[in-house]
């Protein structure tokens, strides 16, 4: 996978770049679709710091935007609305017709109570 970082007004810190790769890593392992990413990150006039996200999954382009006044607030926005994006693809897939039938958790048995 291909991660690429840039910070429009200054460097990237190494805290940001673990915080960032960590989390692409995780969704890696948890969706695996994601082929490259590419994370902007830029402090806007006043105090909100804004992420930037697209990421280049099997078949799709996703895109995902999130401004808050911490950084690293900002940045768990920005992957919770990736995350979701990715599990849908990743549903689509293998609910597709032709693909295997998914594979479901066994209902749990119901316990009746006996008085």
């Given at each position: 996978?291909?991660?690429?970082?840039?910070?429009?007004?200054?460097?990237?810190?190494?805290?940001?770049?673990?915080?960032?790769?960590?989390?692409?890593?995780e969704s890696q392992k948890r969706y695996n679709v994601i082929t490259?990413?590419?994370?902007?990150?830029?402090?806007?006039?006043?105090?909100?710091?804004?992420?930037?996200?697209?990421?280049?999954?099997?078949?799709?382009?996703?895109f995902a935007k999130a401004s808050e006044e911490n950084l690293f607030?900002?940045?768990?926005?920005?992957?919770?609305?990736?995350?979701?994006?990715?599990a849908k693809i990743r549903d689509i897939q293998t609910n597709k017709?032709?693909?295997?039938?998914?594979?479901?958790?066994?209902?749990?048995?119901?316990?009746?109570?006996?008085?």
């Amino acid at each position: 996978m291909n991660i690429n970082i840039t910070n429009r007004n200054d460097k990237v810190s190494p805290a940001l770049r673990d915080k960032i790769e960590s989390w692409l890593e995780e969704s890696q392992k948890r969706y695996n679709v994601i082929t490259s990413a590419q994370v902007t990150v830029e402090k806007s006039n006043g105090k909100e710091e804004i992420v930037e996200a697209t990421i280049h999954a099997t078949g799709k382009d996703l895109f995902a935007k999130a401004s808050e006044e911490n950084l690293f607030a900002a940045l768990d926005s920005l992957a919770h609305k990736i995350d979701k994006q990715l599990a849908k693809i990743r549903d689509i897939q293998t609910n597709k017709k032709g693909s295997g039938i998914p594979v479901m958790a066994e209902p749990e048995e119901e316990i009746s109570e006996e008085e």
